[in-house]
Every structure is written in C-alpha cells, then in structure tokens.
C-alpha cells in the first residue's frame, strides 16, 4: 500500500533559522512523485517543491529544498531563513497510480519572532 | 486564467439536507480531483475525473456521494442527506495528464458544516 507518514503534529522555529520537516513514504512502484504542500489558515493548497524518484539532484525552490533519501525512502522538507509568513500546515504527499494525490498528516509550523 | 474556483466557500446545513458544491477547473486542465479534509488531518482522495469520464473513486465515496462533470468542463459534487460526519473541507483540484509532476492546482475549498 502507498503511505506517507508525517511525525512531527508540530513544530517551532526561530525566526531567520532553518527548519527540517520530516516525510516517510512508502510505495512499491519504481516511478513516483514527492510533493510538499503549504496550508495557511485560509485553507488553499499551495505548491512549494516537487522530487521525482528518479531525479538525481535534491529539488530546490527558492528557501526551499527537498532532501531526498531514496534507499530510507525519506523526503523531507528544509526551509531556510525562517520568516513568520510560514506559519502553515505543511503536507508531504506522493503521487498514487492515476494520478491522485496521497498526502500525509501534516506538520503544522509556528515561526517564533 | 484565475485559477481553480470552487463555490460556495462555506455552506452550513441541517442533517438530512442535500447539498451541492462546485467546482471550475483552469480551462486547459483535463483531470479534476475530489478531496476531503477533516479537522487537523490531511486531504483524503475521493474521485477523479479525465475530461467527463470519472476514472475512480475511492471507498470513502458512499452511496450518498455522486460527483460528475458534464462537458469535462465544471464539475460538481453532491451529497444526500448529509450526516455530520460529513463536516470537512472539500478540495478540489486540476491538472494536466501529461504534466502529473507539477500541474497540480487546488481550489480554495467550499467548508461543509452539518448541525
């Protein structure tokens, strides 16, 4: 069964620091996509970065990176130089067999000023 | 091209109600997708449309849910007599078949409350 799997209900950073949160998956099939998603309070989905299983570099966007570890099937989101706009629900999802989305539970971020 | 719309953003109703919620994708995307989101969880996939035909749907759509999208254009789902644990948002999303890596585009939402 294809799983994602989100640790972290919560988590708080220092404004102008770097965060790390965290993304298990767990999939059978050799092609899939990584997908992390922004939530703010208003409720949109917004895209932030997209890894691809058979992209050879971390994806980056922006302050955003993605640290993909194939073999421990990890895809965990970095945001560099914390700013109080990111506070949000971030989601980590893969992309399923016809294309839906499977996300995780979700890390719901509060940046400290 | 304004993005995914969905209408109405909230909707309060009393169980047993039907109800009936929109959605306009970008003009050019030929996949619509159906979510729901309980409070403090992530979205879950309901069903899936390429162009009019609905090419999935997932358990969680019982009988009381039918979605359809006349035209492959706007798409709409419905729920009959509703039931509270029917509350949640609503999401719904567009895409390109052939550009599944990052054309993914949501709509706000329409907040479903029953009392």
């Known amino acids: 069964a294809q799983k994602i799997t989100q640790t972290q209900p919560g988590m708080f950073v220092q404004e102008k620091e770097a965060v790390t949160l965290d993304c298990t998956y767990d999939?059978?099939?050799?092609?899939?996509?990584l997908f992390w998603y922004k939530q703010p309070s208003s409720g949109e989905m917004i895209f932030l970065i997209y890894q691809g299983s058979y992209d050879q570099q971390n994806a980056t966007e922006g302050r955003y990176s993605l640290n993909f570890q194939k073999a421990r099937k990890s895809a965990n989101l970095v945001i560099s130089a914390s700013q109080l706009g990111d506070s949000a629900m971030y989601f980590c999802?893969?992309?399923?067999?016809?294309?839906?989305?499977?996300f995780g539970q979700g890390t719901e971020l509060s940046v400290k000023p | 091209d304004t993005g995914v719309s969905q209408d109405p953003r909230h909707k309060i109703t009393k169980r047993g109600q039907n109800v009936t919620f929109r959605c306009d994708p970008i003009?050019?995307?030929?996949?619509l997708y159906w979510y729901r989101q309980t409070l403090g969880q992530g979205p879950e996939f309901l069903t899936y449309f390429q162009n009019e035909a609905q090419l999935e749907k997932s358990r969680l759509l019982s009988d009381r849910f039918s979605a359809e999208r006349p035209k492959g254009s706007f798409s709409t789902l419905e729920i009959q007599r509703t039931e509270q644990g029917d509350s949640a948002m609503y999401l719904c999303?567009?895409?390109?078949?052939?550009?599944?890596?990052?054309?993914?585009?949501f709509g706000s939402g329409t907040r479903l409350t029953v009392v």
């Open positions: 999303a567009s895409s390109f078949r052939a550009d599944l890596d990052y054309g993914y585009t």
């Open positions: 999802a893969m992309r399923a067999r016809g294309g839906k989305l499977i």
């Open positions: 999939t059978s099939d050799p092609s899939y996509g």
């Open positions: 003009s050019e995307h030929n996949r």
